[in-house]
């Protein structure tokens, strides 16, 4: 190979090392939330200089650099220095404590210009005098070249352990092949000496390249992830029919997709009835779920009802706070720490979010406290909107006053249970109850009375009936019942006891005892006619109305 067509290649390989540093330093410091919980994150610290160090390095390359070790002592201590910012920002971003961090974060602007200003200066004076340092045979040089190299094995030995042990290395794939490739290109370096720089060089940038491309691809997919599974999330939040354990499956696999690699297991627990809180949703890495079933339900300390705020415990912690004999000493045997999302209604906890991780010490990123304060804010949103669904559902198909169901309620209902009728062959039986003298109820003691005893007739008739059976009222005092799959000699006795329980309890909570009549007809035995049906209870009704002549209220009116 030619020395022009070497030198060519060789430029042309740090050109593309040069754009590949400062794309990674672009894509730090713009977009430095979708990638905080990376290590490219703390590369910002340092690639400022790096960036100068690089453009610097290009900006100075002559033939020389190949052919003769003459006039590029600087050139050589230029691209040294980068090679030990670059392995040792990444081996101090994982083994820096959080403070440590922290300071380098306020002062890493002071850090980069004093870096900037002190190289710049002895590369001036390196190049200016042409002082043999590094690749010359003087014995100080060549220990000095000696020791940067060993400096440079030790951090690539170090990354490459940690590439395998490190959470954070092994979550990203691309870092693991970044450090693999900068490893080979040193050792290229080292087998051929000055021959190898081409090949090294090469390697080297090319593995920046790979790198900045990896990180640009990830960031991408996870923004058109992220929107996808908000379109999808959004689509079902519209639907009409969302309901609790829909609506929190979406949104809990919204958020496991975008931080799975950080929490391999997601739960999330809904207050029953009782006061206890159930799993409800669950996404693991595995598929086999060794620590919850869906049906588990699990007591809190009291005192962690009262956090609001986004929470970090360890395993031991966490295991205290709760009160459930099937998860205790069983998640501890895998995850070091877990973070805990409440979500309140109405200064209630109502449920909770559990991320549980493998990281021992876990410190919260601004990008995942971002990410499940987003989930926390959008369980408060569900909870409001599937409330408001259930209020217009109820509006639909309930009696405002007594939350029975309405006239159309009924009416669907009667039409579905005679096509279940006439399929198996079974019979129901529609009861239609009737208040006796509501109106002189009203004019003797006010409406407030007669909503009353509505409302009480209402309850009665709800409480009296079984959870299968529909009752609703359809207007004024006329109330009626499906009662499902029987004949009219079972339900005798029950309407026999809604009368008599009307009458006492009127008899306690109103200024009079009032009483219902009640008239029932049998589908099919009466007739298959749905109209008829209803007519044939009506005058059922109306028949006992007439004989019990008005009742206790009406006599003593007269």
């Known amino acids: 190979m030619s020395a022009q067509l070497e030198f060519c290649l060789y430029k042309l390989f740090e050109i593309v090392g040069v754009v590949a540093v400062s794309g990674i330093f672009i894509v730090s410091a713009f977009l430095g ?36 070790l003459e006039g590029i002592q600087a050139l050589v201590f230029l691209n040294i220095f980068s090679k030990l910012l670059v ?123 790979y790198l900045f491309v990896a990180i640009f691809l990830v960031i991408a997919m996870q923004r058109v992830r992220f929107l996808h599974s ?30 799975s690699k950080t929490f391999p297991r997601i739960c999330f627990y809904y207050q029953e009835e009782d006061g206890d809180y159930k799993l409800i949703v669950s ?38 706070m709760l009160e459930c004999k099937a998860l205790k000493n069983k998640i501890s045997q895998v995850y070091q720490s877990v973070v805990y999302v409440p979500v309140h209604r109405y200064n209630r906890l109502v449920g909770f979010l559990i991320c549980y991780t493998k990281i021992k010490d876990f410190k919260m990123t601004d990008e995942l406290k971002d990410g499940l ?48 009728a006439d399929r198996y062959k079974n019979k129901f039986c529609v009861a239609f109850f009737d208040m006796d003298n509501l109106k002189l109820l009203n004019d003797f003691y006010g409406h407030s009375v007669g909503d009353k005893a ?43 006891n809604i009368k008599e329980l009307i009458e006492k309890e009127s008899e306690l909570q109103l200024p009079k005892k009032i009483r219902v009549s009640c008239g029932v007809a049998v589908y099919p035995d009466d007739t298959t006619s749905l109209d008829e049906l209803l007519k044939i209870a009506d005058m059922r009704m109306y028949d006992e109305k007439l004989k019990s002549k008005g009742g206790d209220f009406d006599a003593e009116r007269q």
């Open 33 to 68: 939330k979708e990638i905080k919980n990376t290590l490219i994150y703390s590369f910002r610290k340092v690639f400022l200089s790096l960036v100068v160090f690089k453009f610097l390095y290009v900006l100075n390359l002559e033939k020389e650099t190949i052919s003769s």
């Open 87 to 209: 392995i040792y920002a990444l081996v101090f971003s994982v083994l820096c404590k959080e403070k440590l961090k922290d300071f380098l974060s306020k002062t890493s602007l002071w850090i980069n210009a004093a870096l900037i200003f002190i190289v710049l200066l002895i590369f001036e004076k390196i190049k200016g005098q042409k002082i043999p340092v590094f690749l010359h045979s003087q014995t100080s040089a060549s220990s000095l070249y000696i020791f940067s190299e060993v400096l440079i094995a030790v951090g690539i030995l170090v990354l490459i352990y940690m590439s395998f042990t490190n959470f954070y290395f092994k979550q990203t794939k691309s870092f693991k092949v970044f450090v693999l490739a900068f490893a080979v290109g040193e050792i290229v370096l080292a087998l051929f000496k000055r021959k190898g720089v081409l090949f090294s060089e090469a390697i080297q940038n090319g593995a920046m390249l």
């Open 230 to 259: 908000l379109a999808k999330f959004s689509t079902e939040v519209l639907k009409e029919r969302l309901d609790i354990q829909k609506s929190f499956e979406l949104l809990v696999e919204f958020i496991y997709e975008a931080y």
């Open 283 to 320: 996404r693991d890495e595995s598929t086999q779920d060794d620590f919850e079933d869906i049906d588990i339900e699990i007591k809190i300390d009291q005192k962690v009802t009262q956090i609001t705020q986004i929470s970090v415990f360890t395993i031991n912690e966490f295991e205290s």
């Open 373 to 420: 304060t987003i989930f926390m804010n959008f369980s408060q949103a569900l909870l409001s909107q599937i409330e408001r669904i259930e209020k217009i559902r109820n509006l639909s198909t309930e009696d405002e006053l007594t939350g029975l169901y309405n006239r159309r309620y009924f009416i669907k209902e009667l039409i579905l249970e005679s096509i279940a």
């Open 454 to 496: 509505i409302r009480m007739i209402g309850r009665i008739i709800r409480d009296n009936t079984r959870k299968t059976d529909i009752p609703a009222r359809l207007g004024g005092d006329e109330f009626a019942v499906i009662f499902k799959n029987c004949s009219k000699d079972a339900i005798e006795d029950r309407i026999k």
